[in-house]
């Protein structure tokens, strides 16, 4: 019989929910807070067992409050993961208080600050690594608009195709409509397979409701996870998009929404400020029961 990574034995385990104050919403991520001595597989293993999109696992990493950061999927590491981060602070803050923290994670260097919300509720504000954007191909945009479902016509062309980084590589995609939003039913493996050729970690997909608004989807197969219920570092990518075609200027603030089409609706902020490249998210974070 094969033993549960997730038994008495296994190191603790937090369920927390992030970018939403409703356990019921936003994001499920796990939270391995002394993950010291776990090796590779047996990080993968605890993670495919929770079968959340990302588990983070931390270990103490030199002066008092710096961590180690690794995020794992069902399927595969990942060098960084938003909703994880702020879950793992907020975690964090539960026990130890609010107040700053540092990641060290596969991208780089993310400081986390930890404080309550408007609500009460702990909120969690990353700053990702220094973000790029890059132009992406004919050949390599057409099949992912084939594998998704789309057509090249349904999409928005004031916000271009893009490949965007901020810890992480993700294609921007724009719909023209919500409708068109809404509405994805696409070929996972094939995606997974085009996703893998251009080290994409997800898809941002996008539907502009207002100049600071937005509804975001995360297609995710590469992690083994059919969608992404809200994406921190997907955001972030976004932001240094948005700043990087001048659809957004500095100082700026910008509300995400996504989770809605899954039923798990979370509320991501994305700031951006002059004179700083790198990007802020913020959200809150609430403990799962159980």
């Not at 100082?251 to 039923?263: M, R």
Request: proline residues 7%; negative net charge; hydrophobic residues 45%.
């Amino acid at each position: 019989m094969t033993t549960s990574h997730l038994d008495s034995t296994a190191p603790e385990i937090l369920r927390y929910v992030a970018f939403s104050t409703d356990p019921a919403g936003g994001n499920p991520a796990g939270v391995v807070p002394a993950a010291g001595g776990l090796d590779d597989a047996t990080q993968l293993a605890i993670a495919a067992e929770l079968g959340y999109s990302e588990t983070a696992f931390l270990t103490p990493a030199g002066p008092e409050r710096e961590y180690a950061v690794r995020y794992f999927s069902p399927l595969t590491e990942v060098p960084f993961c938003g909703h994880a981060t702020v879950a793992a602070a907020v975690a964090l803050a539960d026990r130890i208080g609010a107040g700053r923290l540092l990641f060290r994670t596969k991208a780089g260097e993310v400081p986390v600050e930890v404080a309550p919300g408007p609500g009460g509720a702990l909120e969690a504000t990353l700053t990702s690594v220094e973000p790029k954007v890059e132009e992406i191909g004919a050949a390599e945009l057409a099949e992912a608009l084939a594998a998704l479902g789309w057509a090249a016509e349904e999409l928005d062309a004031a916000l271009p195709p893009r490949i965007a980084y901020a810890g992480a590589r993700h294609l921007v995609l724009a719909a023209a409509t919500r409708e068109r939003l809404a509405d994805l039913a696409y070929d996972f493996d094939r995606l997974a397979r085009f996703m893998t050729g251009l080290d994409l970690v997800t898809l941002q997909l996008v539907w502009r409701e207002s100049a600071d608004t937005f509804h975001v989807r995360n297609p995710f197969p590469v992690g083994g996870v059919v969608e992404d219920p809200a994406t921190g570092a997907a955001a972030a990518a976004f932001g240094a998009y948005l700043r990087e075609l001048g659809l957004a200027t500095p100082p700026a603030v910008l509300t995400l929404h996504q989770g809605v089409d899954l039923g798990r609706p979370g509320r991501l902020r994305v700031e951006l400020r002059a004179g700083d490249p790198r990007v802020r998210v913020s959200g809150a974070a609430v403990r799962i029961a159980g």
